[in-house]
């Protein structure tokens, strides 16, 4: 058995399940799963220098013989909980058919071993790096990076007070769209070049309550549940962002008529554009805000009015917004007896720079290794990485998804069955060692 799928084998076996109640994490499977990739990779235990977070999130640092464009390759190892419906153990390194099944295959030790196996062969070779290099290996993404003990935090707070600037992050999070989605004439791999912002919000009125036989105007539900109907009817505006407009650019020479012409000028065309995206839920989500009613609570009991009626509203905030901005929509909307309050929000992250060839190193490295990707755009990211954190350290953030069996597999992810294709691995660890051909060597 190869060293690479051994080691993920072993990691696979660990249930580094990460709980928001902290006190649920048990620190010896944490330990354990350390343990397991250092008696595989010896090497970068022993050259790197290592900082620990949190008790369980590392930064490992390879010194190269420059330190002006070090690089940086991000994963967490922990995972989320499984159901008891799986076919394979969700936590044994399951091989079957070419495939190794496990919690955490694709999300994401898969990719976090792609990075060690590369590294370590690197380190074997004994050549030298001409740039620093980092791993990033955190514990907590899964369960809301974005609390105090945020492992990813913690790192780019200690780069930053360190003086460092990454030249080059790459975390997870790319994706693939059918070429249908684009009306162009080739498969979309998409790397993530920002974030949304995200919070969630609570709309609650206050009421005394009482017996349902004698009901009052008005329940407390009301007013909530009306602006949860208010905003669901009354989409945010659609803006056509940077991180859209360079995606359409790219796509315009695989196009067609007319959408290669929208496409190689977006802004002139924005109104069509913005019809064909709000067809479609999934671009539509990349040119607006989107606030959805999750959750909702009143009364415990059939007949009796609820003293409080609350809904939860998740919001994803695009990159021309801020929460103040959505806040100051729903205040103008709300009904007069509704408080609306949230615990914290993240802010959209600022979009990766793409006009000075980075992205295009890692897009050509991408093509490289699959050469039927010949459409690789940068976008937007809907959905929330560690990665965010380093926008304050780096002009250039990606997201990418080394393995193109993700886009068949994608399912998976944080379900049943969780599987990683091993020639689509084997694939990932020849992105990452071409990855630091072309950045550290």
């Known amino acids: 058995m190869k060293r690479s799928v051994s080691a993920l084998k072993a990691i696979l076996s660990y249930p580094t399940i990460s709980y928001s109640n902290r006190s649920l994490m048990d620190d010896a499977i944490f330990e354990g799963c350390v343990n397991a990739l250092s008696s595989h990779y010896p090497l970068i235990f022993s050259h790197a220098q290592i900082f620990t977070f949190h008790k369980h999130t590392y930064l490992f640092h390879l010194k190269g013989k420059y330190s002006d464009k070090p690089l940086a390759l991000m994963g967490h190892y922990d995972v989320v909980p499984v159901s008891k419906t799986w076919s394979v153990p969700p936590f044994e390194g399951h091989i079957q058919d070419n495939y190794i099944y496990g919690r955490g295959a694709l999300d994401m030790k898969g990719h976090l071993i792609a990075v060690f196996e590369s590294v370590e062969q690197l380190l074997e070779s004994n050549t030298p790096l001409l740039q620093d290099l980092y791993i990033m290996m955190g514990h907590n993404e899964e369960t809301g990076s974005d609390e105090h003990d945020s492992g990813a935090e913690a790192m780019m707070m200690h780069l930053k007070n360190q003086g460092v600037h990454l030249h080059c992050v790459i975390d997870e999070g790319g ?48 007013e909530p549940m009306q602006l949860g109907v208010y905003v669901e009817t009354h989409k945010f505006k659609p803006y056509l962002n940077p991180a859209v407009k360079e995606m359409l650019k790219r796509c315009a020479p695989f196009a067609s008529f007319p959408y290669s012409l929208y496409y190689t000028f977006p802004t002139l065309f924005k109104p069509f554009i913005f019809q064909s995206f709000l067809k479609d839920r999934k671009l539509a989500a990349h040119i607006r805000t989107t606030a959805v009613t999750t959750m909702s609570g009143g009364s415990s009991s059939m007949n009796v009015l609820p003293q409080q009626g609350w809904i939860n509203l998740n919001v994803r905030i695009a990159p021309h917004q801020s929460s ?70 780096s002009d250039h953030v990606f997201r990418v998804c080394p393995f193109d069996s993700m886009k068949e597999d994608k399912h998976t992810v944080h379900a049943d069955d969780e599987r990683l294709s091993l020639t689509s691995f084997e694939k990932g660890i020849d992105f990452f060692s071409q990855l630091l051909s072309a950045f550290v060597l």
């Open 324 to 393: 103040q901005d959505v806040f100051q929509t729903l205040n103008q909307h709300k009904g007069s007896r509704v408080v609306l309050k949230s615990d914290f929000a993240n802010e959209p992250t600022k979009i990766s720079i793409l006009n000075d060839g980075v992205f295009d190193m890692v897009s050509s490295t991408l093509k490289k290794v699959y050469p039927h990707m010949k459409l690789v755009v940068p976008a937007l990211m809907i959905a929330a990485t560690d990665a965010r954190y380093m926008h304050d350290i």
């Open 175 to 222: 994706d693939f769209l059918d070429q249908k989605h684009l009306h162009v004439s080739e498969d979309i791999h998409v790397i993530g070049i920002g974030e949304k912002g995200y919070m969630d919000i609570i709309a609650m009125v206050n009421d005394a309550g009482g017996h349902s036989s004698t009901p009052p105007n008005q329940s407390a539900l009301v």
